[in-house]
């Protein structure tokens, strides 16, 4: 009892935290939602945070073990991508609005009780895409013409931003989802043209996510401040692909026209 009133508790505060924020969320409105009372609620969490905290990291203690599972798997590097996808919308699935309060309360992570586990998974996470995404280069599998870093980032955001469109039928969408990223990122959108020059410059300087043990104190905190910078700068890249990953992910159209 005790133990699914305390999922419960988390489930519930994950949807207030996604639709208010975790500044304007109140204890009493967690403990409302759950049929207690805010001095009901401290015996299961001590704070906010705490619950906070741990929607993130048992959504990411989760991501890790299954991003594990794909690197310590065989196959094409196409292969193991296409695995990251569907295993990323499958663990948002099961973890619901932890990858939106994620995103949304990215300033706030560094304050939170268990921070260093959670930058730590964000860490191995980047460190999955831009692996796989490195060995398909090397076997030639992928572009070597275009950056892996800025690609790898591209579609990794995109499969975590579908998260947030797709919320309500998610569980239904995710083979949607994975085939529809996978192809528009590894197979494009439009037909290869003999006469079209490549429009891809060649990557300005090579980049790799770092691990927490290789940082300093400092490049630990300008690495926060380039996390945000990073996610400022996709969601606008994410809002313009939006509409065409939805339309892709829709059955077309019956033609109701004439002859």
């Given at each position: 009892?005790?133990?699914?009133?305390?999922?419960?508790?988390?489930?519930?505060?994950?949807r207030?935290?996604?639709?208010?924020?975790?500044?304007?969320?109140?204890?009493?409105?967690?403990?409302?939602?759950?049929?207690?009372?805010?001095?009901?609620?401290?015996?299961?969490?001590?704070?906010?945070?705490?619950?906070?905290?741990?929607?993130l990291?048992?959504?990411?203690?989760?991501?890790?073990?299954?991003?594990?599972?794909?690197?310590?798997?065989?196959?094409?590097?196409?292969?193991?991508?296409?695995?990251?996808v569907?295993?990323?919308?499958?663990?948002?699935?099961?973890?619901?609005?932890?990858?939106?309060?994620?995103?949304?309360?990215?300033?706030?992570?560094?304050?939170?009780?268990?921070?260093?586990?959670?930058?730590?998974?964000?860490?191995f996470?980047?460190?999955?895409w831009?692996?796989?995404?490195?060995?398909?280069?090397?076997?030639?599998?992928?572009?070597?013409?275009?950056?892996?870093?800025?690609?790898?980032?591209?579609?990794?955001?995109?499969?975590?931003?579908?998260?947030?469109?797709?919320?309500?039928?998610?569980?239904?969408?995710?083979?949607?989802?994975?085939?529809?990223?996978?192809?528009?990122?590894?197979?494009?959108?439009?037909?290869?043209?003999?006469?079209?020059?490549?429009?891809?410059?060649?990557?300005?300087?090579?980049?790799?996510?770092?691990?927490?043990?290789?940082?300093?104190?400092?490049?630990?905190?300008?690495?926060?401040?380039?996390?945000?910078?990073?996610?400022?700068?996709?969601?606008?890249?994410?809002?313009?692909?939006?509409?065409?990953?939805?339309?892709?992910?829709?059955?077309?159209?019956?033609?109701?026209?004439?002859?």
């Amino acid at each position: 009892m005790a133990a699914s009133r305390r999922q419960l508790i988390l489930t519930e505060s994950a949807r207030l935290f996604s639709e208010r924020g975790l500044s304007a969320t109140t204890i009493r409105e967690i403990a409302d939602a759950v049929g207690l009372n805010s001095g009901t609620l401290y015996h299961y969490f001590n704070s906010k945070d705490a619950i906070f905290s741990e929607i993130l990291t048992s959504f990411l203690t989760d991501l890790v073990r299954r991003y594990e599972a794909v690197l310590a798997g065989t196959g094409t590097a196409r292969h193991r991508l296409t695995l990251l996808v569907r295993v990323s919308l499958e663990v948002a699935d099961q973890h619901p609005y932890a990858t939106e309060i994620y995103q949304n309360e990215l300033e706030s992570l560094s304050a939170l009780p268990g921070y260093t586990q959670i930058a730590e998974a964000v860490e191995f996470s980047h460190h999955a895409w831009h692996g796989i995404t490195e060995e398909g280069v090397r076997n030639s599998e992928f572009n070597s013409g275009i950056d892996t870093f800025e690609f790898q980032r591209m579609m990794r955001e995109c499969v975590f931003q579908s998260v947030r469109w797709h919320r309500k039928t998610l569980t239904a969408d995710i083979e949607t989802i994975t085939a529809t990223v996978t192809s528009l990122f590894l197979d494009g959108f439009a037909p290869a043209r003999a006469d079209q020059p490549d429009a891809v410059p060649d990557p300005v300087r090579e980049r790799r996510p770092q691990l927490p043990s290789e940082r300093s104190d400092e490049q630990a905190g300008d690495a926060v401040d380039a996390l945000r910078s990073e996610l400022d700068a996709l969601r606008s890249d994410m809002r313009a692909m939006h509409n065409l990953v939805e339309s892709l992910s829709k059955p077309p159209a019956r033609d109701t026209g004439g002859a």
